[in-house]
């Protein structure tokens, strides 16, 4: 089958969701209102609340958080054939993913940008958001410590990727200063020289490789394992607007224009999808992941149709940057839809190659012996790539092979340069990888300030210099341990299934949301169905995990995998106790009737109004 049907059938589907759906949400079920005040606006510190223009924060927001799974989930399920990813990525993003992401934006933007887990307190109960808080922060540091792996073995004793990815700090930085201070809203020509001054970045890599300056960019990976975490703290600590957000911004016109290439180059060559709907995996005994494809095609394609993760940057840096309400869902739900494009895009890339091919690159040489299938085109790939790309497991290579291979395949004379395309293919994954650890580091830098300013109230305040040097420090120190010791690579399948737990609980707090505020008590249907199914799905890939840790002794994991399960099965049992409440209730309650006045965080609540910023 051609994979332009595919192709042209998801594109209209999320064309038709964003037009229809996520109008309704925000006109029926949200009632946004750019009456409603931002809390950029209404919170203006210059540091962390900083009202951006839309398409900036747009940049920010998908490239925050679009990280690792949207590329590599989709070519690692694609195992089990190409029907179980694409129809979770298309109705997964559309019904789950996408609604939660905007509902948490919402929530956030009305609590004047604070933390999932203060919402969860103000919305649901002090328990709720306590234990909220200690999940997030855990799941959060395994993530960073897990994507931080995958840009050390992208960019380890790699000058080229290193270079260009360290250029796009100063220039972010140059085009902030631009934007933001010298020429404020100046976004088409800070646009038009940041993203020449990137392609530059990229052109010239190779020339600075083979220089005598390539030492300067050259780094082992206990090297690149410190750098890591030390570039996570700058960017948690300096002004958002100063590199977090141009940066962000400027890697999404890379990310997207790739993107975009790539289903340009799909309408070129038209290939063939070479993977069945099915495979004998569907049931399990697979060669990369060994479970069923219930419940592993949903946790193992994380981010490309619905991610927790995300929840922390809806409650993190975006809602701290809109300017107004009626940009959510371009925001929330149209970066989303973005992301499930991305993950399309990669699950396209992985089956279009021949099945034996696939799996050589993405199993080792025991196990693929074991399959009994022979290599096809792989070693003519060899030849183009220049590298032998045999028995690389992880997903990262074989997406970037496939999708040099369409690149090339559009021409003759491009054929010749596809060692270049799949060098930047794979500087490309780690820029997006990236760009979801700065902003994640940040984020958890937001949480732990939260949590720390219970015990002591101006640590909780952002704008407060010496408690954002310090929380800043402690997140990265503590993923970089984790990061420098490689320890996190024997929990990755544990935060696969936590992650996407978050992403219930995060739906679990918009249903309780949605029915405090909603005109009709059924709207809270469209968070209620999708978190059912995410809970179950979860706990039973959790409850699958601790049997697999089981049997090789691994028993930290087993504690680690029970106490995250046992915290989610607290806070759903809470929320639920509140919707039995508010289902009895026959008018809203909530953020939309002024309940309660809740202040900028960046003040202490009893400040008399003047006394904001």
Not at 123 to 138: E, M, N, P, R
Not at 546 to 561: D, E, H
Request: net charge neutral; aromatic share 12%.
């Amino acid at each position: 089958m051609s994979v332009l049907y595919l192709l042209i059938g998801s594109l209209c589907a999320f064309a038709l969701a964003y037009r229809y759906y996520a109008a309704f949400i925000a006109a029926r079920v949200l009632l946004l209102d750019d009456r409603n005040i931002a809390p950029s606006v209404l919170c203006n510190d210059g540091q962390n609340y900083v009202p951006t223009n839309k398409w900036v924060v747009f940049g920010h927001h998908f490239a925050a958080i679009a990280g690792a799974g949207p590329l590599i989930g989709p070519v690692l399920a694609a195992q089990y054939g190409w029907g179980p990813g694409f129809f979770w990525i298309l109705l997964g993003s559309i019904f789950a993913g996408c609604v939660h992401d905007m509902i948490i934006l919402f929530a956030s933007y009305r609590h004047e940008g604070q933390s999932l887990s203060v919402i969860a307190e103000k919305d649901v109960s002090k328990i709720t958001g306590a234990v909220t808080a200690v999940v997030i922060l855990f799941i959060i540091l395994v993530a960073l410590a897990g994507l931080g792996v995958a840009v050390v073995n992208a960019l380890f004793n790699n000058p080229w990727g290193v270079f260009s990815i360290a250029m796009t700090i100063p220039i972010a930085m140059v085009i902030g200063l631009y934007m933001f201070r010298i020429r404020p809203g100046a976004i088409l020509s800070g646009s038009i020289a940041g993203v020449t001054l990137v392609c530059a970045a990229v052109f010239f890599g190779p020339h600075i490789a083979d220089s005598s300056l390539a030492g300067w960019f050259t780094f082992d990976k206990k090297q690149m394992s410190i750098l890591l975490p030390i570039y996570g703290f700058c960017a948690a600590a300096i002004p958002v607007w100063l590199l977090l957000a141009p940066r962000d911004y400027l890697s999404t016109f890379m990310k997207i224009g790739v993107v975009a290439a790539l289903a340009v180059g799909l309408l070129f060559v038209n290939p063939t999808i070479k993977m069945p709907l099915v495979t004998d995996f569907v049931h399990g005994g697979g060669p990369i992941i060994p479970g069923p494809w219930w419940p592993y095609v949903f946790i193992t394609i994380a981010c490309g149709a619905i991610s927790g993760f995300h929840a922390l940057i809806g409650s993190g840096t975006t809602p701290k940057m809109i300017e107004r309400e009626t940009e959510i869902p371009v925001i929330g739900y149209g970066a989303m839809l973005t992301e499930a494009f991305v993950a399309m895009m990669a699950l396209f890339a992985a089956v279009t190659l021949v099945p034996a091919d696939y799996f050589a690159i993405n199993t080792s040489s025991a196990v693929f012996s074991k399959l009994n299938m022979q290599v096809v085109d792989l070693p003519y790939l060899n030849q183009l790539v220049g590298l032998d790309v045999a028995h690389r497991p992880g997903g990262a290579i074989s997406l970037a092979v496939g999708m040099a291979h369409i690149f090339s395949s559009i021409s003759e004379g491009l054929r010749h340069t596809m060692k270049y395309w799949f060098q930047f293919i794979i500087m490309f994954e780690a820029l997006f990888i990236l760009t979801t650890i700065d902003a994640g580091t940040r984020v958890a830098r937001y949480i732990l300030q939260d949590v720390l300013g219970y015990a002591y109230k101006p640590l909780s305040r952002k704008d407060w210099m010496p408690g954002v040097i310090a929380t800043s420090a402690i997140v990265s120190l503590a993923w970089g341990y984790l990061l420098y010791t490689g320890d996190v690579s024997s929990i990755w399948p544990m935060f696969g299934a936590t992650n996407q737990t978050l992403s219930a609980v995060a739906l679990a707090i918009g249903t309780t949301i949605i029915l405090r505020i909603g005109r009709k008590k059924a709207y809270a249907l469209i968070t209620f169905v999708p978190c059912i199914l995410i809970t179950i799905t979860t706990l039973a890939a959790g409850y699958m995990n601790i049997q697999t840790y089981l049997a090789k002794s691994q028993m930290l994991n087993v504690w680690l995998s029970m106490a995250v399960i046992a915290l989610v099965v607290i806070i759903i049992a809470d929320n639920i106790r509140v919707w039995l409440k508010l289902l009895r209730t026959d008018k809203p309650i909530g953020m939309n009737d002024d309940r309660d006045q809740i202040y900028c965080p960046i003040v202490p609540a009893d400040a008399p109004p003047d006394a904001r910023p």
